[in-house]
């Protein structure tokens, strides 16, 4: 299980504390996963996310659960308005979980088809 960690804190600060916290570089990183350093680098700075094969290969690395590694926000705290976080979209995307994202989505979807939402069925392959 994952130390407990600031309410604020982004999957690429989690990345990076969990390689710091193994004592890693990030060329270890990215040799260990078969990916580039700026990959790893760019994870970490938050300007891109790792692919799914790279993120089941970074929760093994680190040995814990996609959910964990993955982790957002409580819902409460997704309420804080935007105004109050830095004006930075990556850093609002990242505040958002797995589970809102489909259900946006799954409600876009339905508002362009002209259906309900819940007759939109979205499919997750890992």
């Not at 790792?50 to 982790?71: D, G, I, M």
């Not at 362009?112 to 069925?121: C, D, F, M």
């Amino acid at each position: 299980m994952l130390p407990k960690t600031s309410i604020e804190e982004t999957l690429g600060v989690r990345l990076k504390r969990m390689r710091v916290a193994k004592r890693w570089t990030q060329h270890e990183v990215a040799e260990k996963l078969g990916v580039s350093i700026t990959s790893v680098c760019n994870w970490e700075k938050g300007y891109t996310r790792p692919r799914t094969s790279a993120q089941r290969q970074l929760s093994s690395l680190y040995n814990t659960s996609l959910e964990e590694l993955f982790a957002s926000v409580r819902s409460a705290e997704l309420a804080t308005p935007s105004s109050t976080l830095q004006d930075n979209s990556k850093e609002r995307q990242q505040l958002y979980s797995l589970s809102d994202v489909i259900t946006r989505s799954r409600q876009a979807i339905a508002d362009s088809a002209g259906l309900s939402a819940a007759s939109v069925k979205i499919t997750l392959h890992y």
